[in-house]
């Protein structure tokens, strides 16, 4: 089958390229319709590596991902062919520790789709099993479905700040995920959330939503806006999803005392962290990686209404553009939220 591979650093083919696998009997065979790109891909495309995890060999990319079921495995009884589907990426071993405490996302053992050496989805067909592969009702599209995986994100870092309703929250960073993370803490019971960037347009296409105000910090200090906001108190919850350094190096000022702290971007680099000024004000601090028991509650949300994120798709490109598209998507233009790939039929 032709597949959108990455040969190696800064080198993308559009080719044959054969992923072994066999169906086994928990597993399905999935046509896959819709992929997104993500930061990663990118990252991976740009750079050759992220952290640990670098290209050594030809890898196939994807892993927000959409389709329909052609065939099951004799012991699959929830799904049947035909039906529309999204799949979730990262695949634990069932007997780890890390499984066995509802954790699987940081189990050290997870294969995850598109992560070296692990091939991605940006192919015509995979197979993947059932049990990480979830139905769509008929009111989400397979656009929507391919979005489930980064708005599972969102949604983990909501369940770890432990939002309670009508808290006020803070996002740094008003990328793909800090807009997802921003709509999961509304839909989570928060009354407001600040999102706060330097991109404009992409302040404006997260500030069309109700709940949510921007602050761009080109023109006014963030702490300057919370405070403003909160009659000097501070925010409930500040969600970190820049990863920059002076994001990160600022957070104690943003919250309230007592408040969370929760670090979902990834620096680059190691970076400095105010620590005296956490403890001043008693802030507790967490940590999100993936996701793990969201899917299903990001589906029903999706499905419900109460969260829309059909304005954060920028542009749908046909499977044989995606170089062009990957392309398009290291430009990073302020305009473009999520970019996908549609296979053909």
Known sequence: MKALVLEEKRRLSLRDFDIPGTLGPRDVRIRTHTVGICGSDVHYYTHGKIGPFVVEAPMVLGHEASGIVIETGAEVAHLKPGDRVCMEPGIPDPTSRAAKLGIYNVDPAVTFWATPPVHGCLTPEVIHPAAFTY?????????????????????????????????????????????????????????????????????????????????????????????????????????????????????????????????????????????????????????????????DRAIALIASGKVDLKPLISASLPFEDSVAAFDRAVEARDTDVKLQIVMPD
């Open 135 to 295: 139905r769509l009702p008929e009111s989400v599209s397979f656009a929507e479905g391919a979005m489930v995986e980064p708005f599972a994100i969102g949604m983990q870092a909501a369940l770890r700040a432990r939002i309670q309703p009508g808290d006020v929250a803070v996002v740094t960073g008003a990328g793909p995920i800090g807009m997802m993370v921003a709509l999961a803490a509304l839909a989570g019971g928060c009354a407001k959330v600040i999102v706060a960037d330097l991109a404009q347009p992409k302040l404006d296409i997260i500030g069309a939503y109700d709940g949510i105000e921007t602050v761009n910090i080109r023109d006014r200090a963030l702490s300057e806006a919370v405070a403003a906001a909160t009659d000097g108190w501070g925010c409930d919850v500040v969600f970190e999803c820049s990863g920059a350094a002076p994001a990160i190096l600022g957070l104690p000022a943003l919250a309230r005392p007592g408040g969370a702290i929760v670090l979902v971007g990834m620096p680059v680099d190691p970076v400095p962290v105010d620590i005296v000024g956490l403890q001043a004000k008693e802030l507790r601090v967490e940590t999100v990686f993936r996701y793990a028991n969201v899917y």
